[in-house]
């Protein structure tokens, strides 16, 4: 079964750093997303990604976020200046999007992050 | 905007019995999709079953299977034969036909009693 991969599965980083979350999506599938999950709380839709660009992002989706497909492989989710309130679990997900076909929405295993 | 309901907190079932876990959505478009995901404690998410909004026919896997009812905007997932293994959060979650963002409901906990 396709994976899409994440790295790295768990960063602790202080108050103010940037971090650089990496996943590299299921290679023909159109649409990338991140979500973030704080321990026992619901999953939040962070952004979504088509075509190069965001196709939509939620409130959480601040200036201090950003994403790239640096190389039509790699998707990065950067967050500039953490907050403690930004630790939680981060996951991307990669949907196949064809029209009429099988839609298969499939997550990586998640980077946790914890800020201190 | 579409929104996803599940309206069960948590659940238990005995080991062997089946379980069936509620959700129900929201959306005015006709071409979507919609899944259930298992997050164990390792907090991974899994998918356990998709279903095609134009498909009557109810979705399979296993011992997992839906009941979609279109009109009714219900989508609810059978755990037959339940198994420890099967112990985790459960979530259910939609999206439109041609991408957009999934959205997903609140999360079931599922408990299996030996």
Not at chain 1, 37 to 50: M, P, R, T
């Amino acid at each position: 079964e396709p994976e899409v991969t994440q790295t790295p599965s768990h960063q602790v980083t202080q108050m103010g750093q940037e971090v650089i979350l990496r996943c590299v999506p299921i290679s023909n599938h159109l649409y990338f997303y991140w979500y973030r999950q704080i321990l026992g709380q619901k999953v939040e839709f962070l952004v979504s990604f088509y075509n190069n660009e965001i196709s939509e992002k939620s409130e959480i989706f601040d200036d201090q976020f950003s994403v790239e497909r640096p190389d039509g492989s790699n998707f990065t989710l950067k967050i500039r200046s953490t907050k403690l309130e930004d630790s939680a679990m981060y996951f991307c997900a990669s949907l196949s999007g064809s029209l009429r076909r099988n839609t298969e929405a499939f997550f990586g295993q998640g980077t946790r992050l914890t800020v201190v | 905007a579409q929104t996803v309901t599940q309206s069960q907190p948590e659940m238990s079932v005995q080991e062997a019995e089946t379980v069936t876990l509620s959700c129900t959505y929201d959306t005015s478009e006709s071409d979507y999709y919609l899944f259930w995901y298992k997050q164990p404690p390792s907090r991974q998410m899994i998918l356990v079953i998709r279903q095609e909004a134009y498909k009557q026919q109810n979705a399979t896997e296993n011992r997992f299977s839906v009941n979609f009812q279109k009109a009714a905007k219900s989508f609810s997932l059978k755990i037959s034969d339940s198994q420890l293994g099967d112990a985790a959060m459960y979530f259910c979650a939609y999206v439109r036909n041609q991408g957009g963002k999934l959205i997903f409901g609140q999360g079931t906990e599922l408990s299996v009693k030996p």
